[in-house]
């Protein structure tokens, strides 16, 4: 049979002029040559993606080295627009989080804070205001219990610069320069001239030295690395022994009607108000996206403790939306 096939085919062949065999045979050559060129770049291909890690991005699978900076070209995106839509996706309740995270936080006068992925300000805003607050009522509790207070004394309970106060101070820290443009804007629009500096930097290779602040914040930007064990080693090498680690970030809701309600606002409408306000639609959808990727309230807490931070806990808000998560350094 096999005997067969061969004879007709070499008297096919036999049959065809000299130089279309000639032809054909090159055509084969060169088409079996490019074959294996294919072959050979589409084995590299997969073994150099293989090879590669891969992480996620919102719900699709990036290699490791894409997520950063697709992350950073999402806020850089939304850097002009980020507050109005913080205040239009919670309905103004990320304002009611962020000063119960100052409530825990509870800063003193000659508190040092980083406020990491800090982009336009807001928690290093209030901590300023908050310390301030504190000291000058601190101050007027000591003027009112002077008999006879003098009109130095009365002036400074109400000043900025009473004797003997420490003043506090406040490094925001992030990677994207857009965010930080806005911030630096806000802070001049709101009169925040003194204990505040504005540092280009990375969550996840801090630049700054060993035990250098007090208190640590990172506020709905944790989800949005890439190693988020990286940035929690970070985070503990930079605050001072006895100094305290504080991340305010979206979690789980626990409850399954909650559950399905936040669900069905979060997918439905919030990329709608970023294509309203924002004029993009894709950004907010992926950060509708990250925030379901991101760990649940007790496993955030086991990744705080491997990094070396004791006595973690978390304090859960708004049902789960979001939680605040502290722990302190020895």
């Not at 109400?158 to 420490?166: D, I, L, Q, T, V």
């Not at 789980?252 to 709608?272: G, K, M, T, W």
């Amino acid at each position: 049979m096999a005997a067969a096939g061969v004879s007709l085919a070499f008297r096919a062949v036999r049959g065809l002029p000299a130089s279309a065999v000639g032809q054909r045979g090159a055509r084969l050559s060169t088409g079996s040559a490019r074959g294996f060129r294919h072959a050979a770049s589409f084995r590299r291909e997969h073994d150099a993606a293989a090879d590669e890690k891969s992480t996620h991005f919102g719900f699709q699978t990036v290699p490791e080295g894409q997520k950063a900076e697709r992350v950073y070209k999402v806020f850089e995106s939304v850097a002009q627009k980020y507050d109005i839509m913080n205040d239009a996706m919670s309905l103004g309740i990320h304002r009611l989080w962020k000063d119960t995270l100052l409530r825990t936080m509870n800063p003193l006068p000659g508190t040092r804070l980083l406020d990491v992925a800090g982009g336009t300000g807001d928690i290093s805003f209030r901590f300023l205001e908050y310390v301030r607050s504190q000291e000058a009522r601190r101050r007027r509790r000591e003027a009112q219990a002077l008999q006879t207070p003098s009109w130095q004394e009365i002036a400074n309970s109400y000043g900025p610069g009473a004797p003997g106060s420490k003043e506090c101070r406040a490094v925001v820290c992030d990677i994207n320069k857009d965010m930080l443009k806005v911030g630096q804007q806000r802070a001049k629009d709101l009169y925040y001239t003194t204990g505040l500096s504005w540092v280009v930097g990375d969550a996840e290779e801090l630049p700054f030295d060993d035990d250098q602040f007090d208190v640590y914040t990172i506020a709905f930007g944790i989800r949005n690395l890439t190693h988020i064990d990286k940035a929690l080693e970070e985070a503990y090498r930079v605050l001072k022994p006895g100094g305290r680690f504080l991340c305010l970030e979206f979690s789980h809701v626990s409850n399954p009607l909650l559950s399905r309600i936040y669900d069905a606002y979060s997918f439905q409408l919030i990329p709608v108000l970023g294509e309203v306000i924002a004029g993009d639609w894709k950004s907010y959808q992926y950060l509708v996206e990250s925030i379901r990727r991101f760990p649940d309230q007790e496993t955030f807490q086991s990744m705080i403790e491997e990094a070396g931070f004791f006595s973690v806990q978390y304090h859960n808000l708004t049902g789960g939306v979001v939680a605040i998560h502290s722990g302190f350094k020895l």
